[in-house]
């Protein structure tokens, strides 16, 4: 309650309402969104040395005085910007209590979790590599904006040791992998300057980029058999190519390999198994052996696994056993 004295003695009282406080509460976030975007915008295009309170304050369409009050210095419109970049709003809510990373916390496959990593990382580089160049290069000639990036730096190693531990925690990581070098490994790949080199300049898109990820933290992390699960199931296609004498798989209308045989009515010589490059460890080999064993138990055929591939297929799946041919029988 404010009481105040106006000409001619009278004295009045002005009653601040919870609706006209809660009023300009939201207009001051509005405000303060509008400033830091601002800011946000000029450090990307002109650098962090060249952007100037007043530039910032043309830009969103407010006073000198109200940048400072709202928000405060240059250096507290980058953190800002790089705070918002991050985790998308202005909500005052911590990494570790976001969706995404509750989501993985919650996971215990770890080929899984992987893929959620990096999913999450692709969601957050797509927002704050820009801004993190800009931190990156004001560190070398401003002391703030090296702070803030040595702040950056324990962050995305503390987010990363989060990861490879809980990742431990299910049994995923590698037995001769550390939770501290595995968090090494994370560490370097959360960096934004490596999406900005290969997405930004080197012109590799998102999900070429994301599978990389993939690849890499898989085979880095992960024991073999858990890696599997890490990329996404295929719709495999399969069918018999009689005239070809080969079974094909396709993955959305690509040829993504193929089972060459020989064959008569009662028996089949499978002889080979390809698969194309960019399919390997998919599952397309998996599908053309099954649907062509299939086929040949239906038809009442037996197989000779000439191709190394379909023997030791076969003897990873006892029930098709009795599809081998036995000339001493």
Known sequence: MDTREPMGGAVVQEVRTPYSSALRADQARVTRRAIVAAAGELFVERGYAATTIDAVAERAGVGRKTVYSSVGGKSALLKLAWDWAISGDDEPVPMSERP???????????????????????????????????????????????????????????????????????????????????????????????????VGIRGWGLTEYGEWLVRVASTTLLEPDASASARPALAIRTGDERARERYEASVDGRIAGHLSYQR???????????????????????????????DLRSDGARVIPVCPYVAWWIGQHPDYASLVYDATA
């Open 100 to 198: 995404a990373v509750q989501a993985i916390l919650a996971e215990r496959d770890p080929g899984r979790l992987v893929r959620m990593w990096v999913d999450m990382l692709l969601d957050v580089g797509a927002r704050a590599t820009a801004i993190g160049a800009v931190v990156l290069a004001a560190a070398d000639v401003d002391a703030d904006a090296r702070a803030l990036s040595q702040m950056i730096r324990q962050e995305s190693l503390d987010g990363a040791t989060a990861f490879v531990t809980h990742l431990a925690g299910v049994g995923g990581l590698r037995r001769d992998v550390s939770i501290e070098r595995g968090a090494d490994a994370c560490w370097a790949l959360v960096n934004s300057m490596l999406l900005h080199l290969l």
């Open 264 to 294: 008569t009515e009662r028996l089949c010589v499978l002889t080979h198994t390809e698969v194309d490059l960019g399919f390997d460890d998919r599952g397309v080999a998996d599908a053309l052996v099954r649907s062509a064993l299939d």
